[in-house]
T-cell receptor, first 116, second 114 residues
Framework: GAVVSQHPSRVICKSGTSVKIECRSL??????MFWYRQFPKQSLMLMAT?????????EQGVEKDKFLINHASLTLSTLTVTSAHPEDSSFYIC????????????FGPGTRLLVL | AQSVTQLGSHVSVSEGALVLLRCNYS??????LFWYVQYPNQGLQLLLK??????LVKGINGFEAEFKKSETSFHLTKPSAHMSDAAEYFC????????????FGSGTQLTVLP
């Protein structure tokens, strides 16, 4: 149990376009999901916390108008990178919280975004 | 606030040798501690976790870790390394309570030599 999927696994887009990444918890319901960004050879950087039915909480320095997060159901959260630019190219990973106190995060396989 | 320090960004061991990856944390309240493994171009896979109870926790793939409150440590060990253990390992901490954020260490790249 505790499987999290992400789609797409890899996407290439032109500068100025928008890209949507989906994160799904396949075998459990997740009221809380998280979005991370990972640069090469580095640790994960938390971008935002996504709560089902309410607005996401963004970390300091993350533009909420650029990285739109929607958590419309207990199994799906989406991250939309709007007007993407080359500097947005990165590895994006989502996770879903599970456990008695929602203490354990299970991660998706990640999405590699390349903006040309 | 909490923080995690992983000593050694790169660790090399021979196949069959002991694996020891170090993790120290700081936390103002009882922590929940985690080890995750990441293979190239993949997400993170949970190896094991400590929340409450037994301080020695066993995880997948033969790994285990011991929570030592007096040393604020949660080191990851495996008695005998396998080539397939080569990966990036992340230690993470979160505070006990309701849903919260994970704070990750900087990661340790494990290389297993034949």
């Amino acid at each position: 149990g505790a499987v999290v999927s992400q789609h797409p696994s890899r996407v290439i887009c032109k500068s100025g376009t928008s890209v949507k990444i989906e994160c799904r918890s396949l075998d459990f319901q997740a009221t809380t999901m998280f979005w991370y960004r990972q640069f090469p050879k580095q640790s994960l950087m938390l971008m935002a916390t996504s709560n089902e039915g309410s607005k996401a909480t963004y970390e300091q320095g993350v533009e909420k108008d650029k990285f739109l997060i929607n958590h419309a159901s207990l199994t799906l959260s989406t991250l939309t990178v709007t007007s993407a630019h080359p500097e947005d190219s990165s590895f994006y990973i989502c996770s879903a919280a599970r456990g008695t106190n929602q203490e354990t995060q299970y991660f998706g396989p990640g999405t590699r975004l390349l903006v040309l | 606030a909490q923080s995690v320090t992983q000593l050694g960004s790169h660790v090399s061991v021979s196949e069959g040798a002991l694996v020891l990856l170090r993790c120290n944390y700081s936390s103002s309240v009882p922590p929940y501690l985690f080890w995750y493994v990441q293979y190239p171009n993949q997400g993170l896979q949970l190896l094991l976790k400590y929340t409450t109870g037994a301080t020695l926790v066993k995880g997948i793939n033969g790994f285990e870790a011991e929570f030592k409150k007096s040393e604020t440590s949660f080191h990851l060990t495996k008695p005998s390394a396998h080539m397939s253990d080569a990966a990036e390992y992340f230690c993470a901490v979160t505070l006990s309570g309701s849903a919260r954020q994970l704070t990750f260490g900087s990661g340790t790249q494990l290389t297993v030599l034949p």
